[in-house]
Nanobody, 123 residues
Framework: QVQLLESGGGLVQAGGSLRLSCAASGRTISSYAMGWFRQAPGREREFVADINASGGRTYVADSVKGRFTISRDNGKNTMYLEMNSLKPEDTAVYYC????????????????WGQGTQVTVSS
């Protein structure tokens, strides 16, 4: 079992930045693809970004491309999401995810979820 704990969410003004962290425990994540999803009120959970086990490949959704960067430190068993130029439409609960497969693009790819961290961007 892998336990995932997100941190770093909060309230920020539009144009600001936040860095989310996802700390894993219970098992090393070095063999897992990792990713971020988000869910805004009244909307379905959507893919944000993923990174393969080695960190050599990343993929981000078009809606955040050029603004968000995903990374990982397997030595610290931690994944990150650097979010810049934040917009009010980025407001959501952000979820960390892990998968034993090669990538995470849809909900069904995910084996483990974190509890989520709230990000609120004010205009």
């Amino acid at each position: 079992q892998v336990q995932l704990l997100e941190s770093g969410g909060g309230l920020v003004q539009a144009g600001g930045s936040l860095r989310l962290s996802c700390a894993a425990s219970g098992r090393t994540i070095s063999s897992y693809a990792m990713g971020w999803f988000r869910q805004a009120p009244g909307r379905e959970r959507e893919f944000v970004a993923d990174i393969n086990a080695s960190g050599g490949r990343t993929y981000v959704a078009d809606s955040v491309k050029g603004r968000f960067t995903i990374s990982r430190d397997n030595g610290k068993n931690t994944m990150y999401l650097e979010m810049n130029s934040l917009k009010p439409e980025d407001t959501a609960v952000y979820y960390c995810a892990a998968a034993s497969g090669f990538y995470i693009h849809v909900l069904s790819d995910v084996d483990y979820w974190g509890q989520g961290t709230q990000v609120t961007v004010s205009s």
